[in-house]
T-cell receptor
């Protein structure tokens, strides 16, 4: 069965510092992986997706993630944090061995950015 | 606004009442998913529907909860005889196709049970 684990429920960085949000997956088949961001009282916005085309995936707002099969990881990074990046971030995997249906989410990581 | 539209944004019900949550998918999308977000638990899948069909309801509680996506109109998540534990944010997402297509989320309905 597919699952994702986000390490660290809360990450704090200074403005301009590197952002690293960790996600490890478990999957019996090649996974389809996603990162979403949620701002307070809003829905989830898709940051980027991995669908096996390339291991380094670039997303919106300067974020990118690297798929590492050997480490079963899909960590999210951004070279320089901005105050507007403060939000909750969710890693997700498509459930099931056949493509389709539900997303399985990690518990989320809250990113705080200080000036 | 071409995004996923959910209404109401906030809904207050007393225990025992019924709650109806509506979701209009993005234009052209015929796949709808409902998720529930509880504090400290993250987002959990509830049900996946296509027009007039429930494809996967494995995440739905066995009682009091139902969902539909009629040929015309929005998808409806219905909770009968609400209890305090139903208080949560309910999110709808839609996709152009099933499979690994990205799901686009609405802003959610915050349900509060008095």
């Amino acid at each position: 069965a597919q699952s994702v684990t986000q390490l660290g429920s809360h990450v704090s960085v200074s403005e301009g510092a590197l952002v690293l949000l960790r996600c490890n997956y478990s999957s019996s088949v090649p996974p389809y992986l996603f990162w979403y961001v949620q701002y307070p009282n809003q829905g989830l916005q898709l940051l980027l997706k991995y669908t096996s085309a390339a291991t380094l995936v670039k997303g919106i707002n300067g974020f990118e993630a690297e798929f590492k099969k050997s480490e079963t990881s899909f960590h999210l990074t951004k070279p320089s944090a901005h105050m507007s990046d403060a939000a909750e971030y969710f890693c997700a995997v498509i459930r099931g061995e056949k493509a389709g249906t539900a997303l399985i989410f990690g518990k989320g990581t809250t990113l705080s950015v200080s000036s | 606004n071409a995004g996923v539209m959910q209404n109401p944004r906030h809904l207050v019900r007393r225990r025992g009442q019924e709650a109806r949550l509506r979701c209009s998918p993005m234009k052209g999308h015929s796949h709808v998913y409902w998720y529930r977000q509880l504090p400290e638990e993250g987002l959990k899948f509830m049900v996946y529907l296509q027009k007039e069909n429930i494809i996967d309801e494995s995440g739905m509680p066995k009682e009091r909860f139902s969902a539909e996506f009629p040929k015309e109109g929005p998808s409806i998540l219905r909770i009968q005889q609400v209890v305090r534990g139903d208080s949560a944010a309910y999110f709808c997402a839609s996709s152009l196709q099933g499979g690994n297509q990205p799901q686009h989320f609405g802003d959610g309905t915050r349900l509060s049970i008095l």
